[in-house]
């Protein structure tokens, strides 16, 4: 990964010693759900792909699955002492999922969001990778609608619309782990569209 975190004004490495505590913290993780012992509750099976994956890549599929979720977080926040760092990446892919479902639902076929993001879960799944979710938009001026904002980037707007998907810009209020995920999720609170 190439060097882009600034840290009280300096260019940082992503592995510098600033960020050892939350690196540390997310490779309990992998080493949890590599231990056999822990395999029911920090592994699940892809229902994509059939194979044996980290619970954090996993879509819930039943009420059994969010248990062993619970559990499995409980458990390594007891472990490490405070946050893990993966929560919001499982709930954000969990949420796209559905979402994107539904929207293809409504757009009576005429989108393609499920599949393509099944696509991109079947290599987060598969790489194991590490999932990120913000939901926070900076917001701007508070007294004006996200369309009146003097700065469009107060609140998340699409860029630029090309056939697979659509790049959206926004400054966001950031996730103290944002320099380690593989994979960012942005979830708005809120769409500026300009007319």
């Known amino acids: 990964m190439k060097r882009n975190v600034y840290y009280d004004g300096k260019l940082i490495d992503r592995t510098d010693e600033l960020q050892m505590d939350c690196i540390n913290t997310i490779g309990v993780t992998y080493d949890e759900a590599a231990r056999p012992e822990n395999q029911e509750l920090c592994t699940a099976i892809s229902h994509l792909t059939g194979e044996r994956i980290n619970r954090f ?115 966001s209020c950031i996730s103290r782990k944002l320099p380690l995920p593989m994979k960012f999720l942005y979830c708005p609170r809120g769409l500026c569209v300009r007319r």
């Open 57 to 171: 890549n996993h879509i819930h599929q039943n009420k059994q699955d969010l248990h062993n979720k619970q559990d499995m977080t409980r458990m390594l926040c007891q472990k490490v002492g405070g946050c893990i760092q993966r929560c919001m990446g499982i709930d954000g892919t969990n949420a796209v999922y559905n979402v994107s479902y539904e929207a293809d639902k409504a757009n009576k076929g005429a989108t393609q969001y499920h599949e393509n993001f099944k696509k991109w879960l079947t290599r987060f799944q598969t790489e194991d990778l590490i999932g990120c979710c913000a939901q926070t938009d900076t917001k701007g001026d508070r007294m004006l609608r996200p369309a009146e904002q003097p700065d469009p980037s107060a609140y998340v707007r699409i860029k630029e619309r090309r056939k697979t998907a659509s790049l959206l810009k926004a400054a």
